[in-house]
């Protein structure tokens, strides 16, 4: 009967030794108690081997020794189900700390779950927010691409203007200049008209000297004007090559300068042309008045011959004395 419970306790302990092995050995591998716990077991389990394969042996000891040895396989029984319950207790533990992992994993996989699915959507929303903002972009740069060729097409436009504009400027300055140079060279050809006329009664009206200077002085202004004019033609032949703006602006600026010194110049020469005039007003009158006494002597003249040939017809030897044809003169 002892024989029976001790084999059959003996085939317990080996199957609980290999189950807490397989459990201990996969589960708790980390657990320092278990471990120490196993080592001990093996070794009541070694010697209880021992003791069960002497006690099974044909040379077995008496009825006494094996009721001892019974009694000392109970408190070794007694001491590996302390163990065991030690050990339980421990895996119990290991059990409810496995469970608190799990829960703690299933909890970070639902949270990374969470994090993961706001990462998408937040990805989706950066995808679509950065594609319409790429797609403003495209148009901005479109529109303005169109703009940027509408602007050149406009400045080409104004540059033709301008230049037309400038051309058209040019034209009205330079037909100005020669209605200048046109009225300077009649009053100088007056000048010359009134100098021969002078030089012609030059013995009580000889010109003076500054009259003879401003003279000079208005040819050389007539000079000057018919230099600019060649100059604005020759500017107006560039212009029409279709210079840079550059180059335009510079004749501007050039045209306008000469302009200001023609203006001035005008109005030097006009306050000596009025002052020109009104002496070769005075000087005219007083040639019209020799002119005018001229033509009364010489009619005097023409009288006096016709009375004396009236006379001869009508047998009258008597002639008038008549003054001989005098030569003009100028009233002082």
Known sequence: MVKFVSLVG???????????????GDKNKEGKFGNESLKKLKYQLASFDKVVKKRTTSDAITADTFNAFDKTLLDEITDVQTIFNQIEAVVDHCSVEKNAFEIQIKQ??????????????????????????????????????????????????????????????????????????????????????????????????A??????????????????????????KGMIKSLSGKDSMENIKKYIDEIETINIELEHSNDTCSIQRTLQLSNCSNQYKSV???????????????????????????????????????SATIAP
């Not at 003996?10 to 201990?24: A, H, S």
């Open 207 to 232: 010109p003076t000297f500054n009259q003879l200077f401003e003279i000079n002085k208005l040819k050389a202004q007539s000079q000057e004007k018919d230099t600019v004019i060649r100059k604005l």
């Open 108 to 205: 970070l996989s639902i949270d990374n779950d969470k994090l993961l699915k706001q990462i998408m959507s937040q990805e989706i929303v950066h995808i679509a927010v950065n594609s319409v903002d790429i797609l403003n972009v495209n148009k901005s740069c479109v529109h303005k691409c169109n703009k940027c060729l509408e602007l050149e097409t406009e400045l080409l436009k104004k540059k033709d203007l301008i230049e037309k504009d400038v051309y058209d400027k040019l034209l009205k300055s330079y037909s100005t200049l020669k209605m200048d140079c046109i009225s300077l060279e009649l009053t100088t050809q007056l000048n010359q008209i009134f100098f021969q006329k002078d030089n012609f009664y030059e013995n009580q009206n």
């Open 10 to 24: 003996f085939g317990w302990l080996e199957e609980r030794k290999k189950d807490d092995e397989i459990y201990f």
């Open 288 to 326: 019209e008045n020799s002119d005018l006494n001229a033509q009364l002597h010489e009619k005097v003249f023409a009288i006096a011959a016709l009375k004396n040939e009236l006379r001869k017809l009508k047998g009258i030897n008597v002639v008038d004395t008549v003054v001989s044809k005098p």
